[in-house]
Nanobody, 117 residues
């Protein structure tokens, strides 16, 4: 099993910045892709950004140019730097990891990001 714990959420004004972090523990050697998803009230969970085991990144169109995902394999962490935040970025953000062997998805409990003046 893989455990994921997010941190770094909070309340920020429009145009502000936040940095989310996710620490993986347990059977981390099985992890391939890691990423961030978000879910706003009444909406489906959606992909925000992903980084593969080889370091390739992919972003949702809505966050391109504003968010940056990074990964530290030596520390088993993945981070999401969020700039120029908008009210529509308000959501619970979830860390995700995928097993390279079984394709199982592992999820953290999420961290709440609220963008409001």
């Amino acid at each position: 099993q893989v455990q994921l714990v997010e941190s770094g959420g909070g309340l920020v004004q429009p145009g502000g910045s936040l940095r989310l972090s996710c620490a993986a523990s347990g059977n981390v050697f099985v992890i391939n892709d890691m990423g961030w998803y978000r879910q706003a009230p009444g909406q489906q969970r959606e992909l925000v950004a992903v980084v593969t085991g080889g370091g390739r990144t992919n972003y949702a169109d809505s966050v391109k140019g504003r968010f940056t995902i990074s990964r530290d394999n030596s520390k088993n962490t993945v981070s999401l730097a969020m700039n120029s935040l908008k009210p529509e970025d308000t959501a619970r953000y979830y860390c995700n990891a995928i097993s390279k062997y079984t394709l199982n998805n592992y999820w953290g409990k999420g961290t709440l990001v609220t963008v409001s003046s």
